[in-house]
């Protein structure tokens, strides 16, 4: 391999790390609602289940989102901010719904029926559709703009590849690990089954907080592009406040900045988040509620 081809390939590797960085928030709350989609199926089912909404993913990222993105960025790039804006929106009012189950406001569900495979896996990739997308946009938001467009696929290519591999390792990881410690209980040694009882009894635990950990990157994620994208379209007013306060504390170091910033931009996210989720509640409210399924067959076609 020649010395310019590595030295390409190390650019866009560096390009793509640095642009992965800013995902986190998103990559977290990803591999944190993942695992939902395989609880009330066979285990025997779980890591093809896995699998199934994986492949799904990379054809979410390089089929959909990847071209589209490139396309918008060739030919009408001042709708990349509006869209990160809707997105950002989207994970504020998810990050806000959780919030509000945490304090027992839960939502009614309809789904009463039996849990399909192939349901499933299309519920997990059609949510993988919108994470995926705020991932790919904003590592993309992210890369030089002087790169060329091959350079940049190449950057976005690393990044789908890596960030699927990331999130969806850790989901079959996690989703698994639970038989792992059921397997080490029955193992002859009493260290080893004491270990398996161990990792049994703390999924519970693990599971509540990388739900914790997941919505408060959701809101600090969301609120930020909002901030952010506002400010670089028709609002500068969420921005100047937030540069105002983390100016306040400049003094104490980047990490006390940075952690200010992460502050101000979950609690925008949680606010911004609570009206959507009161104006999408009113019309719902406004809206005839849909009959399930089981109440329509409940009907005799008689009557």
């Known amino acids: 391999m020649s010395v310019g081809l590595l030295a390409v390939v190390d650019d866009i590797l560096t390009a793509a790390l640095k642009a ?9 709350d990803d591999a944190a ?5 395989v609880q009330g199926i066979t285990p ?6 896995v699998w199934k909404i994986a492949l799904g993913s990379l ?8 071209p589209i993105a490139l396309l918008l960025t060739a030919f009408a790039p001042w709708v990349l901010p509006f869209l990160l804006i809707i997105g950002g929106g989207f994970l504020c009012f998810e990050g806000a719904e959780k919030v509000l189950e945490w304090f027992g406001a839960h939502h009614e569900s309809a789904d009463d029926e039996p849990r399909d495979e192939k349901k499933l896996v299309f519920g997990a990739i ?3 559709l919108i994470l995926s997308t705020e991932i790919m946009l904003i590592a993309l938001s992210n890369l030089d703009p002087g790169f060329g467009l091959g350079m940049t696929l190449a950057a976005l290519s690393v990044i789908g590849l890596g960030m699927t591999a990331l999130v969806y390792g850790a989901v079959a ?11 080490f209980m029955k193992s002859p040694s009493r260290r080893v089954r004491r270990a398996g009882a161990r990792v049994v009894a703390s999924m519970p635990a693990v599971f509540r907080v990388i739900s914790v950990i997941g919505t408060v990157a959701m809101l600090w994620v969301g609120g930020h592009l909002v901030i952010t994208n506002l400010a670089e379209t028709v609002w500068q007013g ?12 400049e003094a104490a170091g980047p990490v006390v ?10 609690v925008f996210g949680l606010v911004a988040g609570l009206v959507i989720v009161g104006v999408v509640m009113g019309v719902k409210r406004l809206l005839p509620a849909p009959r399930r399924a089981s109440e329509h067959r409940a009907v005799d076609p008689a009557e």
């Not at 609602?33 to 989609?37: A, E, I, L, R, S």
């Not at 025997?44 to 289940?49: G, H």
């Not at 990881?173 to 410690?181: A, F, M, N």
């Not at 900045?257 to 979950?266: E, F, G, K």
């Open 33 to 37: 609602v993942t695992p939902q989609y």
């Open 59 to 66: 054809v979410n990222k390089f089929v959909i989102i990847i």
């Open 173 to 183: 990881l996690l989703v698994k690990i639970d038989d792992i410690g059921l397997r």
């Open 238 to 249: 969420p921005y100047d406040l937030l540069h105002a306060i983390t100016h306040l504390v």
């Open 257 to 266: 900045v940075w952690v200010v910033d992460t502050a101000v931009s979950a």
């Open 44 to 49: 025997a089912r779980e890591l093809p289940v």
């Open 126 to 128: 059609r949510t993988d």
């Open 20 to 28: 992965s960085a800013k995902t986190a928030g998103v990559v977290i």
